[in-house]
């Protein structure tokens, strides 16, 4: 044998990682992975929150541009508000009797909310087919409203809230709950 | 070996993973584009709506919503807001099949109204003469005197909005009792600067034709203006259409600084690209008392009908100030509730696999909102092959609506 074979053979053994090395650095990379995997679905569901709780404030915003309509009605004789939402024998402070309904004239109303199903009486004004500010039937948020008056002002204070759904069976917002703190509150002053 | 197969487990999960998010995120992005578009749209719109106003406030605004203005020697009506482009309207056709119109997409509605963007009022000064050729004006402007009469009569032609070369931009003249007519100055009609007059305050001398044929006049013709008549300033004709656009078949909302006018919005190309993917635009009108007892104040909506009431294309009618208003005329309309409907851009095939776009269920039990929905009274587009199926097609779909009083016509409320 040469001296150049026994140089093959006699070389020192090739330095590398040992399998529980490899093992260990495999773990760190599938934590690591799963941290970034995390990282998406966390941005989903905050997006899908900040989408639900857009969609919820323009509702908000357009109820109260529909109260602002009904009550310019109310004021301007011999305009007629639409008989729909009016409710001659309400009593100042408490909810309102059929949801969806406003006083004449103007009270304070305890928290009532607008119709949430197509069963609703209302519904064929807050509906797709009328203001389109209840969306579907049985859909992913719910809103009310409550009116104070505010004698120092002398204004009417209007808060219309939307809240995600708390109906199991309802079309709900993705990752979006009633715990979710995903509450809007609008509110309007009318003289 | 081992630690080979391990390695490729841990990035087979990790990327199909990845390939599933990224699929996640790019089904929400089409979730999220409509509805995105649709408010933007609205937000849009809403600013020249709820401010929609001609200055005229002893009449409440008469010409804040312009569905006809005369045109032509002697005048003919010209139509500038319309329901439902069908493609029967005068001067329009259809353009390609299902789609769309000369002046708009098949089934959407175009509007036109007038929006305050820096108004003023300057008085006339009496007596105002008749209507005619070449009549003389005298107007109480002093915005320059201050500096100079040059500086005054600079001052002017920005207050009238002067291109420079041939024309005041449109303007109105309005009087004591709410009547009005359209005016406009032109090149060679800027008169004089005087701003020593101090006792009559005949400050600028301007020479304009009241009854051009190529001047817009009110509808059925101007009514005698009676003093004090004020000269209207600031104020910017706008209209609003949804046009597929030929070059890449993606539906835009289009405006116009300008009086929709049929026979050159054909497309024409006077409209400019505001918003793409905007599918739909309703308006429904909203009046002060029921024009027709019973069937209550919202029309153009998916019960009422202008049509129903002789209303020409299903637009409300505008009788002008030489004509008694009829119980549905747009003077007595308070508010717009308006739609717009927006899409998505196509979905992609990782997209598509997320959600339901091959629904084959009827439009009464379907779950997949893949269809261009029912606004107002546009219905939902239906499936020729299959006439209880809504027409599916691989987009999203959003409708986003609004009711928004006429300010101007509703002031201390």
């Known amino acids: 044998m040469g001296d150049g074979v026994k140089h093959l053979f006699s070389r020192?053994?090739?330095?590398?990682?040992?399998?529980?090395?490899?093992l260990l650095a495999m773990t760190i990379m599938a934590l690591v992975l799963v941290g970034i995997l995390q990282m998406f679905s966390v941005s989903l569901v905050i997006n899908k929150g900040s989408a639900a709780r857009t969609q919820m404030l323009f509702r908000c915003q357009q109820v109260v541009e529909n109260f602002r309509f009904f009550y310019y009605l109310q004021r301007n004789p011999p305009a007629v508000p639409p008989p729909l939402l009016t409710d001659l024998a309400h009593v100042s402070g408490a909810a309102m009797t059929v949801p969806g309904t406003l006083p004449i004239p103007l009270s304070e109303v305890a928290q009532t909310f607008l119709p949430y199903t197509s069963a609703d009486a209302t519904w064929p004004y807050w509906g797709p087919t009328g203001s389109n500010v209840i969306e579907q039937d049985s859909g992913p948020y719910k809103i009310s409203y409550t009116i104070k008056q505010d004698p120092a002002q002398n204004v009417w204070v209007i808060t219309v809230s939307a809240i995600p759904t708390d109906v199991a069976t309802a079309t709900r917002y993705f990752g979006v709950g009633l715990t979710s703190g995903k509450r809007v509150d609008y509110v309007a002053q009318f003289q | 070996?081992?630690?080979?197969?391990?390695?490729?487990?841990?990035?087979?999960?990790?990327?199909?993973?990845?390939?599933?998010?990224?699929?996640?995120?790019?089904?929400?992005?089409?979730?999220?584009?409509?509805?995105?578009?649709?408010?933007?749209?609205?937000?849009?719109?809403?600013?020249?709506?709820?401010?929609?106003?001609?200055?005229?406030?002893?009449?409440?605004?008469?010409?804040?919503?312009?569905?006809?203005?005369?045109?032509?020697?002697?005048?003919?009506?010209?139509?500038?807001?319309?329901?439902?482009?069908?493609?029967?309207?005068?001067?329009?056709?259809?353009t390609v099949p299902n789609v769309s119109t000369k002046f708009g997409d098949l089934g959407t509605d175009v509007i036109t109204l007038l929006a305050p963007?820096?108004?003023?009022?300057?008085?006339?000064?009496?007596?105002?003469?008749?209507?005619?050729?070449?009549?003389?004006?005298?107007?109480?402007?002093?915005?320059?005197?201050?500096?100079?009469d040059a500086a005054n009569f600079a001052a002017f032609q920005t207050a009238t909005g002067y291109d420079g070369t041939t024309q005041s931009a449109l303007l109105l003249l309005v009087d004591k009792n709410g009547n009005w007519i359209y005016f406009q100055i032109p090149n060679g009609g800027y008169g004089v600067s005087n701003c020593a007059d101090t006792t009559t305050f005949k400050n600028i001398h301007v020479t304009a034709d009241t009854q051009s044929a190529s001047l817009p006049a009110?509808?059925?013709?101007?009514?005698?203006?009676?003093?004090?008549?004020?000269?209207?300033?600031?104020?910017?004709a706008i209209s609003f259409r949804v046009l597929t656009d030929p070059a890449d078949g993606v539906p835009k909302l289009q405006q116009k600084l300008g009086l929709f006018d049929p026979s050159t919005d054909n497309p024409g190309?006077?409209?400019?690209?505001?918003?793409?993917?905007?599918?739909?635009?309703?308006?429904a009108y909203v009046y002060a008392q029921e024009p027709v007892g019973g069937l209550g104040t919202f029309w153009n909506t998916a019960t009422n009908d202008l049509r129903t009431t002789g209303a020409a294309f299903g637009a409300p009618p505008q009788a002008g100030p030489t004509a008694v208003p009829g119980p549905t005329d747009v003077t007595k309309v308070v508010g717009i509730r308006f739609s717009v409907t927006a899409r998505s851009p196509r979905l992609g095939l990782g997209a598509q696999q997320l959600t339901n776009v091959q629904s084959s269920q009827s439009l009464a039990t379907t779950t997949s909102l893949h269809f261009r929905p029912a606004s107002e009274n546009h219905p939902v587009?239906?499936?020729?092959?299959?006439?209880?199926?809504?027409?599916?097609?691989?987009?999203?779909?959003?409708?986003?609506?609004?009711?928004?009083?006429?300010?101007?016509?509703?002031?201390g409320s």
């Open chain 2, 381 to 411: 587009p239906m499936n020729p092959l299959a006439p209880t199926q809504p027409a599916y097609d691989l987009f999203d779909h959003y409708r986003a609506t609004s009711m928004l009083m006429l300010r101007n016509r509703t002031l």
């Open chain 2, 218 to 236: 009110p509808p059925n013709g101007a009514a005698n203006l009676a003093d004090p008549v004020f000269l209207v300033t600031g104020i910017q």
């Open chain 1, 12 to 22: 020192p053994r090739a330095r590398g990682s040992s399998f529980v090395e490899v």
């Open chain 2, 1 to 94: 070996m081992v630690s080979l197969l391990l390695l490729v487990i841990v990035l087979t999960v990790a990327m199909s993973m990845l390939f599933q998010m990224r699929a996640f995120a790019e089904r929400q992005q089409f979730f999220m584009l409509p509805r995105q578009t649709a408010r933007r749209a609205v937000d849009y719109l809403s600013y020249y709506i709820a401010g929609a106003t001609d200055l005229n406030a002893t009449a409440d605004s008469p010409n804040a919503l312009v569905v006809y203005y005369n045109l032509g020697s002697p005048g003919v009506p010209i139509q500038a807001s319309y329901d439902n482009l069908d493609g029967t309207e005068a001067g329009n056709a259809v």
């Open chain 2, 269 to 283: 190309t006077a409209f400019v690209n505001v918003m793409e993917n905007v599918e739909d635009l309703q308006i």
């Open chain 2, 117 to 148: 963007t820096n108004p003023a009022k300057y008085l006339a000064a009496p007596t105002f003469g008749g209507l005619g050729t070449g009549s003389g004006f005298y107007f109480n402007f002093r915005g320059g005197c201050a500096t100079s």
